[in-house]
């Protein structure tokens, strides 16, 4: 087994998995009841001979928005999982500490990534493991609903990036409760990306659906 994938094993996977994340191959995943999914994975970079040198990065992904990123297959059903380090609403990094970081003296994003060699393969899965433990796997379930994941977007308070405008992440995460005339007040700010963005449309779309479903 190679050291990232026995590390993995070893040192994350029993993390995760006390927290109710389920596991494919490098990557965690773990769905709200409402279809809202924050998920985990390893990006890998060939940058040293000496080590393998990787990053640990998760995503908070809402069920509009991903709905809305598949808008023209969703009908079909044939709409994949998010998968790791995907576009979303918001992204966060598991940070090193210095003594397993790869370039601990330099800033984001190669500050970052982790560096597992031949000698220090424990200090490196014990390190992970207490920061996805202590800090990482808190941060992202509180994130996973919606009401903490909108505060942070409002007032961020952590060192995640939100990575859309305000405006699209308040519809997001509000588009299935809010009233209607608070959706369309907060639409009256959104500007189409180009030709052919129809996310307004998608919105007020979503807006009469779930006004149907209410009242059927």
């Known amino acids: 087994m190679r050291p990232l994938d026995l590390l993995v094993k070893q ?17 965690f995943r773990l769905i709200a009841d409402n279809g809202d999914q924050v ?20 995503r908070i992904v809402p069920a509009p928005y991903w709905e809305w990123i598949n808008r023209q297959h969703w009908a079909s059903g044939e709409v994949r999982a998010p998968v790791a380090f995907v576009t979303a609403v918001l992204s966060g990094d598991v940070i090193p500490p210095s003594h397993v970081a790869h370039a601990p003296d330099d800033e984001l994003p190669f500050r970052a990534r982790w560096a597992l060699r031949e000698d220090n393969s424990l200090i490196c899965g014990e390190a992970l493991a207490t920061v996805l433990h202590d800090d990482a796997v808190p941060q992202m379930v509180h994130l996973l609903d919606r009401t903490n994941l909108l505060q942070e977007c409002r007032h961020p308070s952590l060192p995640v990036v939100r990575m859309m405008s305000l405006t699209k992440a308040e519809i997001f995460l509000r588009v299935d409760d809010a009233p209607s005339e608070e959706i369309e007040s907060l639409l009256a700010d959104v500007r189409p990306a180009g030709p052919g963005d129809n996310f307004i449309a998608w919105t007020r779309q979503r807006l009469a659906q779930r006004q149907t479903a209410a009242s059927s």
């Open 11 to 27: 040192h994350v996977a029993p993390v995760m998995k006390a927290a109710g994340f389920k596991k494919s191959g490098r990557t």
């Open 39 to 58: 998920i985990l994975g390893f990006a890998r970079h060939y940058v040293d001979p000496d080590a393998a040198v990787f990053e640990v990065g998760y």
